[in-house]
């Protein structure tokens, strides 16, 4: 009995739906439209959220960072690393992945024209481009090759007015106490990010 109601209900339901071809058609092209538009917007984020994360592992920081534990509580010069080379050695015999030291501390940047604050990144320059694409994304002049050198973001280079072979000042705040020292500009980064074409000081 129950069997026979339910191949009558489904046999007008499906009298029903072709009775009305029309409405049948465009509640389907709706559906379909609402799937398909679903579909492409979490791809879409997803995407986004995917490009971000490599933005910032490539270019701001790496995919994994090795630091104490006070260090990522409050990121200051003095919560650094103090056995680096115990450091570089443990991941060597672990046989990492490539890796780079770096040290990022605040500073004050001064041009013959302009000073502005910054996050200076400290960075070996034979080794940054094994975890970084900075080097790579250098579009004016050319990347790192030994000390008293500097690359800078080229919005950031625009603010201070500062070209390529100029010279600036980096002054900061150390534990024997205040440092300055000048550097040539050697190189712009053109990263199409943010934060390094802003901000970026290698």
Not at 52 to 58: G, I, K, Y
Not at 124 to 132: G, I, K, Q, R
Request: glycine share 6%; no cysteine.
């Amino acid at each position: 009995m129950r069997n026979a109601a339910a191949l009558t209900t489904a046999r007008l339901a499906w009298r029903n739906i072709w009775r009305h071809r029309q409405r049948t058609y465009l509640l389907a092209a709706v559906v379909a439209y609402a799937t398909v538009a679903t579909i492409f917007y979490w791809s879409l984020v997803d995407g986004y959220k995917l490009s971000v994360l490599e933005a910032h592992a490539r270019y701001v920081l790496a995919p994994v960072t090795v630091a104490r534990t006070a260090w990522f509580a409050d990121p200051d010069p003095e919560n650094g690393m103090t056995d680096t080379e115990r450091a570089l050695a443990a991941l060597a015999s672990a046989d990492s992945p490539s890796y780079a030291p770096r040290l990022r501390f605040a500073g004050l940047l001064t041009s013959p024209y302009l000073s502005e604050t910054a996050f200076l990144r400290g960075v070996d320059p034979f080794a940054e481009a094994a975890v970084s694409r900075v080097p790579a994304r250098v579009g004016e002049g050319r990347w790192l090759t030994a000390s008293g050198e500097v690359v800078l973001g080229y919005k950031l280079a625009k603010r201070l007015d500062v070209r390529l072979g100029e010279r600036l000042v980096v002054s900061t705040a150390a534990l024997a106490g205040p440092r300055s020292l000048g550097l040539e500009v050697v190189g712009l980064t053109h990263a199409r990010v943010s934060t390094v074409d802003n901000s970026g000081v290698y």
